[in-house]
């Protein structure tokens, strides 16, 4: 009985110490994980970029033999990543030689390259690592690493503080960092923004150096810049530095005396220039200072452009302080009063509004705005009543002054094509007096591409409506300005409607409305402006008899009609007289209307009765009306107008 037993121990024991072997398994266990760099211990969470080629991995992994000896050793080991389907996907394998005595382990390192992260996400932007070690029949699984994939970003892309210039001069240099970026090359370029603007790209968009130095034609008044990094390859996106302001000092801030004659008094008025920098918006502050005292005191409400000068001040020195946000403030030059000089040596580059910003221009063009004037309010001459003697000067940034051939008017046109920013000024000499020189006027040439892809046409839809296409080129941004002529024949220029709009649409109708005078034919062009530049569109005709006109208007004169028998009205001007001679009129009795150009009420300037074939009636130009465009209206007896354009210089 005894034996029976012990037979039955022994085999329990055996059943017992066989279980024990079944039960036992080799271990692996992942130690750490570095990942270009950085190392994860302790299964802690691993951050991946998503999409990054070529990300280096280095896994510490250790094998522990559990198993009894003779059992099989093991074969290889692999690494793996959780799919959200399927079979997960395998990152390497690895099979040095493990250990194979029982109670032994053994640490490896494996190190391999992921072609792309993206392969390796289970679902929303995570996934999880792990090994598998194979031995004999038996496989052992690790523990896991958790990953989180983020979309790779660009880091130290910064740039220096703000910086402030001179106008139209070269500004400090804006240094930038070194950036750090996750994977692959990347370009540099720089965008500026204008105030109440978008960003846009600067010099075509790429740049591509590290450090930027804005350049003269660049610094007209204040904006941003900030330097974009663009990587080469694709799973990255543009990273943007930060903004700095570049700011530009107050210049051209002129000042001239003017002195009209009412009929009464004489008036004497400072008149100053509009200023350039700042933000571009100014405000003012006159001062005086009398002979005795070289001390300046701010004069009370003076806070004009402009000054009009007590009669009692003649003693005493005169200067306008300009001011703008973020610069600092700028002192015009100090004017004696009846200090015997040359008066109203002030010019502006005549232009229908100032509601657009300066104007700029495309490299090889001619400004639209291109006339050159004395600023209507400074009354050009010389105090000693002597001849004044004129001479336009230009030169390029940074050039020396060169007097222009030929242009020794009051007024100048620029006509030669421009291929760099110009700079304009007249010079005047009178006899006993000091020379005068004007203030500068800048005409800047464009960096950006040229404006292309500029068409209007007729809406097939509505008889009323013009369409536009939308511009390439230029900054990217387009406002529009459309302009209608009446007589495209004359060499005066256009009507321009100053709604400034963003739409490359308009109707015809707003246009017939707000011009002062009616017409048997319409003329439309679209200027998109970008950056400053003005690029002219195609032109379209309208007839509110005839419709559409696709080219010239035809003559409806009859085939029998003598040359010497039509009835023609030709106008000219000489100094303040408007000259006006009619053929074949006879007759006939006529009101005679003008109108500026840029609106108002039209004024009748004559009634005539014209008595013969070839009459010429002379007017004069209203005292108010100042030096610009002029648009006639001649209406006669039986009703019929006729209407053209004039120029009062």
């Known amino acids: 009985m005894k034996c029976k037993l012990l037979k039955l121990f022994f085999f329990a024991i055996v059943l017992l110490q066989v279980s024990l072997i079944n039960a036992q398994t080799d271990e692996v266990r992942i130690q750490k994980i570095e990942v270009n760099g950085t190392t994860y211990t302790n299964s802690s969470t691993i951050t991946l970029n998503k999409g990054q080629i070529n990300t280096y991995i280095k896994v510490t992994y250790s094998i ?81 690493f958790p990953v989180n994939f983020v979309q790779p970003a660009i880091s130290n892309n910064k740039i220096s503080g703000g910086v402030i210039t001179d106008y139209q001069k070269p500004a400090p240099t804006i240094t930038g960092s070194e950036p750090t970026i996750p994977f692959g090359n990347y370009t540099y370029y720089w965008q500026r923004k204008n105030p109440g603007g978008n960003w846009y790209n600067l010099n075509y968009g790429t740049i591509n150096t590290k450090d930027y130095t804005p350049p003269a034609s660049e610094n007209r008044y204040n904006y941003k810049l900030r330097r974009a990094v663009e990587p080469t390859k694709p799973g990255l996106e543009t990273s943007y530095s930060n903004e700095v302001d570049v700011r530009i000092n107050i210049e051209e801030n002129n000042i001239v005396e003017s002195v009209t004659n009412n009929g009464t008094n004489v008036i004497k008025t400072l008149v100053g220039s509009t200023p350039r920098g700042g933000t571009n918006s100014f405000t003012y502050q006159w001062q005086e200072q009398t002979n005795d005292s070289f001390n300046w005191s701010d004069i009370s409400g003076a806070v004009n452009i402009n000054y009009e000068v007590p009669s009692i001040s003649s003693a005493k020195v005169y200067r306008r302080i300009a001011r703008s946000n973020a610069v600092p403030q700028s002192y015009s030059n100090e004017i004696k009063i009846d200090e015997l000089k040359i008066l109203g040596n002030l010019v502006v580059n005549e232009s229908y509004n100032n509601i657009i910003e300066s104007e700029k221009v495309q490299t090889g063009q001619i400004p639209k705005f291109s006339r050159l004037t004395t600023h209507p309010t400074a009354n050009l001459k010389s105090a000693t009543g002597y001849p004044m003697n004129i001479q336009w000067q230009s030169k390029t940034e940074g050039g020396t002054w060169n007097n222009i051939p030929g242009a020794t008017n ?106 002062p005078l009616s017409s048997s034919e319409y003329h439309y062009t679209r200027y998109a402006i970008s950056g400053g530049v003005w690029q002219k569109s195609n032109t379209l005709i309208f007839s509110p008899e005839d419709g559409i006109i696709q080219g010239k208007k035809v003559s409806k004169a009859l085939p029998l009609d003598k040359e010497s028998d039509k009835k023609t009205v030709i106008a000219a001007t000489n100094n303040d007289n ?72």
């Open 64 to 144: 522990a033999k559990y198993t009894p000896n003779y059992l099989n050793s093991g074969l290889n080991v692999k690494f793996f990543a959780k799919m959200i389907a399927g079979s997960p996907y395998q990152i390497f394998i690895d099979s040095p030689l493990f250990p194979t005595i029982s109670g032994t382990s053994q640490t490896y390192e494996y190190t391999a390259i992921i072609p792309n992260t993206s392969a390796l996400i289970e679902s929303n932007n995570s996934g999880k690592l792990f090994m598998v070690y194979t031995y004999g029949n038996t496989n052992a699984t690790s523990n896991t």
């Open 410 to 515: 009051a007024d100048y046109t620029i006509n030669t094509p421009l291929t760099q920013t110009m700079q304009y000024k007249r010079y005047i000499q009178s006899q006993y007096l000091p020379d005068s020189e004007s203030n500068i006027i800048t005409v800047v040439v464009s960096e950006q591409p040229p404006i292309e892809n500029n068409k209007i046409s007729f809406d097939p839809l509505n008889t009323d409506h013009l369409l536009g296409t939308t511009p390439t080129g230029g900054t990217g941004d387009y406002t529009y300005v459309w302009a209608v002529d009446l007589h495209p024949d004359d060499s005066i220029g256009e009507f321009i409607f100053w709604g400034v709009s963003s739409s490359p649409d308009t109707n015809m109708s707003e246009y017939e409305n707000a011009i």
């Open 578 to 649: 408007i000259y006006f001679n009619f053929k074949n009129y006879s007759g006939t009795k006529v009101d005679i209307y003008l109108v500026n150009v840029s609106g108002g009420q039209p004024i009748k300037i004559m009634q005539a009765d014209l008595k013969d074939d070839n009459s010429t009636q002379i007017s004069s130009f209203p005292t108010q009306y100042l030096p610009g465009i002029y648009i006639y209206k001649i209406v006669f007896n039986d009703g019929s107008v006729q209407t053209g354009k004039v120029i009062k210089k």
